[in-house]
């Protein structure tokens, strides 16, 4: 168990910035999406791009796993529809609550209860996608 506190730290840590950078204000979000500021646009591009680099770095220093693996991302199935219908849901729900599933919990952190109402929602609809899932097209 004492060798995950570091993961929690990690997360701690990762809260408190996306928290002091605006990335869970739910105005920054709507901002966002009525592309009347680069703020998030900033934000997410800069993750997206300093994932690619550690991503690289990682291979080329044969990272390991915590299980003590060689770090492998698995390749993915080719599939235009599905990421499109896919991402399309996912910024719907994003635009309709004002936050994506990870900072959702981050918001209970500073005091915005409402939003375990949202959470309630998205664990509903994961666990009806687990039960429904091999009666979809994938």
């Known amino acids: 168990m004492g060798k995950y506190i570091k993961f929690l730290g990690v997360g701690i840590l990762f809260g408190i910035v996306l928290v002091k950078s ?11 999406f009525k592309f009347q500021s680069f703020h998030m646009y900033g934000i997410i591009g800069t993750a997206v791009t300093t994932g690619i ?4 770095l990682s291979k080329q220093l044969k990272v390991k796993t915590i299980k003590g693996e060689n770090l492998r991302v698995p390749l993915k199935e080719k599939g235009f529809i599905r990421y499109i219908a896919g991402g399309t ?4 729900g994003w635009a309709l609550c004002g936050a994506c599933p990870g900072p959702m919990y981050i918001l209970v952190g500073t005091g915005m209860f409402s939003i375990l109402i949202v959470i309630a929602a998205a664990l509903l609809g994961t666990f009806t996608y687990g039960f ?3 009666k979809l097209p994938h």
């Open 53 to 56: 680099i550690l991503l690289l």
């Open 89 to 92: 849901i996912f910024g719907l």
């Open 22 to 32: 605006e990335a869970v204000s739910w105005y920054r979000i709507f901002e966002m």
């Open 132 to 134: 429904f899932k091999d």
